[in-house]
């Protein structure tokens, strides 16, 4: 099993940035899919995630109405599509999947994780 996650790089404030959860060695479709970033000197918190059956979606407070999570069958891929970035986004970003139904902000409800990608956020 293999989680690549992609996309990240750097932007300015303001503008706009899809990160991909790319999965090999199983169904996306199977799992909930999270995503969670750290920011540097902080803890890595959860800030999207969607669950199994794609009915309900979840945003932290901090990125709500600016991110929006989605999958893809076809492609076995999610992503996080983001928009109106801030310097506070700054962070390496990671997908997690857990193979329940619902959504955590725990990271040890997780249990594969993709490597991280940096995103950075400046003018």
């Known amino acids: 099993v293999q989680l690549q996650a992609s996309g990240g790089g750097l932007v300015q404030p303001g503008g706009s940035l899809r990160l991909s959860c790319a999965a090999s060695?199983?169904?996306?479709?199977?799992?909930?899919i999270a995503w969670f970033r750290q920011a540097p000197g902080k803890e890595r918190e959860e800030i999207s995630c969607?669950?199994?059956?794609?009915?309900?979606?979840s945003y932290a407070d901090s990125v709500k109405a600016r991110f929006t999570i989605s999958r893809d069958r076809a492609k076995n891929a999610a992503y996080l599509q983001m928009n109106m970035l801030k310097p506070e986004d700054t962070a390496v970003y990671y997908c997690?999947?857990?193979?329940?139904?619902?959504?955590?902000?725990?990271?040890?409800?997780?249990?594969?994780w993709g490597q991280g990608t940096q995103v950075t956020v400046s003018s």
């Open positions: 997690a999947l857990a193979a329940r139904g619902l959504c955590s902000p725990y990271e040890s409800y997780y249990r594969y």
């Open positions: 060695g199983l169904s996306l479709y199977d799992y909930t």
């Open positions: 969607i669950n199994r059956s794609g009915g309900r979606s």
